[in-house]
């Protein structure tokens, strides 16, 4: 392992982060004492930093902090906990302690992210350490779902073709499992020291990987299966596509450099998309993600964390350095990129049965939230379904869920359960609603600028009308928001997006790819719900009138002069 960037002296320029990393003992800090204070319901910034590699952020519920400032109250602190399944596969015991976490700990409702990870609000200071006991209790972890490493590592969750989701998956557990953090500091603050799996030892504690200060930022690796990009892989760090040829696995084609956020009015920060580089074989994968990841390791950015994702360092270095130097630490070549296809980015709906002969039913959850609402027992119904579900299920990266694996035996079952409960596969919505996505913001994202899970429902309420008057009801557009340009729900790569600016304004994007393969470009800035109807309302009778055949949105507003193509990053804001 080189010395460089990795352990860069101290006096090397780097931000407030590097040094709370290199002086945390990989991740350990003062979080034991921290969270043994009962004077406050908050932790220092400090241990927050270090908290996010733990997978929890402290957080306040931002509806009550003008209240409670009047009263002179401390912030209503609370914490959010992720928790994270390579691939987004977890088993109907693991769905049943969630669902009982929530309840016991949390606000009552579970949210499904796009990354496919849970996440679990409103958690106290003082209930974290039970609750991250019995998540690990139950084989899942929180280790490594934020923080300055590779994050949760994406895979489609393909109910069609059952034999390559298992060889797909399998590899996705075997490169999140590879690049997980070997500090023992979680084991010993979350649970005693406790053994779970296996501990490791002393010398692997000293993180081959990561080294003492972790990354400059986080990494992430996504892996679709074409035809579908539902993870869009354009959007990770490091992007794989599998090459299936005669229903067997050969190998994944590697994209680099992708990433989504960015800063409002700083256009040295831009969504990217990753760049294909070549194929490796299945066996390769492992080795490509290491070495991938120590590259971005020792010549990432530490000085300025707005600067500091993959996606900046190969810009600024240019692909054919990164493909040498990538080279040269392998010690093998990756092969041309095979040909691929993808044909869109979002998820298929209902019940398929698999080539295993088992049968996936995916449900339409929107924006990722389960809870139970009046007349809509979404959460008790998935909660009965697990009680007798003996597959699995898997989160989508749309933030939806597939019940999957269930045998021709046990379908009638929960097909009942389904129906009874009135779980929708998404028919009873317009094809936008079911194309929709919205990040959490408020109120407890502490990034949020703008509304975006709790107001995107209603802003498809009105604009549905307009396309049902154009007989358009079931066009499939993919339509996102977020409430910040750090791009939670990956609105860069929609065909219509709204990230927002400031209470009840948006920024309009349009021009995004149907399969997620090309980014967005700003039409409309600063924009209220009005302005937004006005604009978009022609462009929907326009492309219902004028669009060729199979032509989609995303395509449409580029060929008609609506926004110009944007195929990279660096011509996001030209
Ligand atoms: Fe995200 C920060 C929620 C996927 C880019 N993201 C946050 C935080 C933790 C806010 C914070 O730092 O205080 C949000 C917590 C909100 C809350 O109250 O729950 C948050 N991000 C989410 C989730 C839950 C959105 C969702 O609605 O599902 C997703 C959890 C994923 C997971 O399970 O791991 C989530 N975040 C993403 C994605 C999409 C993806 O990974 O495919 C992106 C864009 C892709 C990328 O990383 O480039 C994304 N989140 C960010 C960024 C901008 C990073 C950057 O490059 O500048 C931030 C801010 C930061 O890191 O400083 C951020
Ligand atoms: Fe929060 Fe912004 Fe991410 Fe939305 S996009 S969850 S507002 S950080």
Redesign the pocket.
């Known amino acids: 392992m080189s010395d460089n960037n990795l352990l860069s002296p101290n006096s090397a320029p780097h931000s407030d982060v590097e040094d709370i990393k290199r002086s945390s003992n990989y991740l350990r800090g003062n979080l034991q004492e921290t969270l043994e204070d009962r004077i406050t319901a908050s932790i220092p910034e400090d241990d927050n930093r270090l908290m996010?590699f733990h997978g929890s952020?402290m957080?306040d519920d931002r509806d009550l902090r003008n209240e409670r400032n009047k009263q002179k109250l401390e912030p209503a602190y609370q914490f959010?906990l992720?928790v994270?399944a390579a691939g987004g596969v977890v088993t109907s015991d693991q769905w049943l302690m969630m669902d009982s976490l929530s309840d016991r700990y949390g606000n009552g409702t579970i949210?499904?992210?796009?990354?496919?990870?849970f996440?679990l609000?409103g958690l106290l200071k003082w209930n974290l350490k039970q609750t991250i006991k019995e998540v690990n209790d139950s084989l899942l972890t929180t280790i490594a779902?934020?923080g300055d490493v590779n994050?949760?590592v994406?895979c489609n969750p393909n109910p069609y073709q059952s034999e390559i989701h298992e060889q797909v998956y399998a590899w996705a557990s075997e490169l999140s499992k590879h690049l997980e953090p070997r500090t023992l500091a979680y084991h010993e603050i979350w649970l005693d020291g406790e053994k779970v799996e296996s501990t490791p030892s002393k010398e692997q504690e000293q993180e081959p990987i990561y080294g003492s200060v972790y990354l400059p930022?986080?990494f992430?690796i996504?892996v679709a299966v074409p035809p579908s990009n539902d993870?869009?892989v354009y959007?990770?760090?490091l992007g794989l596509i599998a090459i299936v040829e005669d229903g067997k696995l050969q190998g994944f084609n590697v994209t680099v450099g992708?990433?989504?956020?960015?800063?409002h009015g700083d256009t040295n920060?831009y969504?990217q998309v990753g760049q294909l580089i070549g194929f490796c074989r299945p066996e390769q994968v492992v080795d490509l993600a290491e070495k991938t990841v120590t590259i971005q390791r020792d010549y990432g950015d530490r000085a300025v964390?707005?600067h500091a994702?993959f996606?900046y360092t190969i810009d600024d270095r240019g692909i054919d350095w990164f493909i040498d130097e990538l080279t040269k630490r392998l010690g093998w070549t990756l092969e041309d990129a095979r040909p691929y296809h993808f044909e869109h980015n979002g998820d298929r709906y209902g019940w398929v049965k698999g080539s295993d002969g088992k049968w996936h039913y995916t449900l339409f959850i929107q924006?990722?939230r389960i809870k139970d609402e009046e007349g809509y027992l979404l959460k008790t119904g998935l909660k009965e379904i697990a009680k007798i579900h003996q597959g699995d299920f898997r989160l989508t990266?749309n933030?939806n869920l597939v019940i999957g694996s269930v045998t021709s035996h046990k379908k009638k079952k929960i097909n009942e359960l389904i129906q009874q409960h009135g779980l929708s596969d998404g028919a009873n919505y317009t094809a936008l609603r079911r194309n929709s996505?919205?990040?959490?913001?408020f109120p407890?994202?502490?990034?949020?600028m703008a509304e975006?899970?709790r107001y995107l429902p209603s802003l498809l309420d009105k604009i549905e009308p307009m396309l049902q008057e154009v007989g358009l009801a079931e066009e499939d557009i993919v339509i996102r928001m977020t409430g910040c340009p750090?791009?939670?729900?990956?609105p860069a790569l929609a065909e219509i997006a709204f990230i927002g600016k400031a209470p009840g304004k948006y920024n309009m994007y349009l021009g995004g790819g149907f399969a997620g393969d090309r980014l967005s470009k700003l039409f409309q800035e600063n924009i209220g719900e009005a302005e937004i109807l006005d604009s978009l309302s022609p462009i929907i009778k326009h492309f219902a009138a004028d669009r060729r055949t199979g032509e989609h949105f995303g395509d449409f507003v580029i060929r008609s002069g609506y926004v110009k193509e944007v195929r990279s990053g660096l011509d996001f804001h030209t």
């Open positions: 996010k952020y957080q959010m992720r994270r949210r499904l992210t796009t990354r496919q990870s996440q609000h779902a934020c994050r949760n994406m930022r986080k992430k996504g993870v869009d959007s990770q760090d992708g990433g989504m956020g960015m800063t920060t969504p964390r707005k994702r996606k924006n990722g990266a933030q996505m919205a990040c959490v913001a407890t994202c502490g990034l949020a975006s899970e750090n791009g939670c729900a990956r």
